[in-house]
């Protein structure tokens, strides 16, 4: 991640690097997670299948154990990962410093269809799994254009009052006008 600063490589590190270097490392975080979806209670010993998988968006294999196990998924993340107009994805790199507003306005209003590098990508997108994002709607309210299964909940706390993510604070309301 250093490396490329972001999730997704530059084409420069892919033709330089060892594909199979981290191959291992992947091998073993995607059967953990099959695991966790089906060995026994460490503790008890009793059998356990799960019956949901709720996952977060950038983590690896959680689509294709539900689809498995034919049980529910729920993705829940705290910062946006699905297709808008509204605002860019977080690994869609440009460089504000080097780009006109205009050209940076341009890219985030094509509206274009999404490019689907993945196909548990699309599987989500076709098979309307439900997302769930985890913060204030006051603070970045849901974009229009997203569907009614991706929602945005509010923050999660312990013993939270839930009203309280609808209600916008006056210092903010005076600051924001």
Same mark, same amino acid.
């Given at each position: ?33 099959? /695991?966790?979806? #089906?060995?026994?209670? =460490?503790?008890?010993?009793? +059998? &356990? %299948? ?7 968006? !950038? ?58 590098? /993945?196909?548990? #990508?699309?599987?989500? =997108?076709?098979?309307?799994? +439900? &997302? %769930? ?7 970045? !309210? ?36």
């Amino acid at each position: 991640m250093v490396k490329n600063s972001g999730i997704i490589p530059s084409v420069s590190s892919i033709t330089t690097d060892d594909p199979t270097k981290y191959r291992h490392i992947l091998t073993e975080i995607i059967a953990s997670t099959w /695991r966790a979806c #089906t060995v026994e209670d =460490v503790e008890t010993g009793e +059998p &356990f %299948t799960a019956e949901t998988v709720i996952a977060n968006s !950038p983590s690896f294999g959680y689509i294709h154990c539900a689809q498995k196990l034919q049980i529910l998924l729920q993705i829940m993340f705290t910062m946006p990962w699905s297709a808008t107009s509204v605002f860019a994805h977080p690994l869609f790199h440009l460089d504000y410093s080097k780009t006109s507003v205009e050209k940076i306005n341009f890219y985030l209003t094509l509206l274009l269809k999404s490019l689907h590098t /993945r196909q548990a #990508t699309f599987i989500m =997108v076709n098979e309307h799994v +439900p &997302f %769930t994002y985890c913060w204030s709607p006051s603070l970045v !309210p849901k974009p229009i254009d997203w569907p009614p299964y991706i929602n945005v909940s509010g923050f999660f706390f312990l013993n939270h009052d839930a009203t309280a993510d609808k209600k916008r604070p006056v210092d903010l309301t005076g600051a924001a006008g």
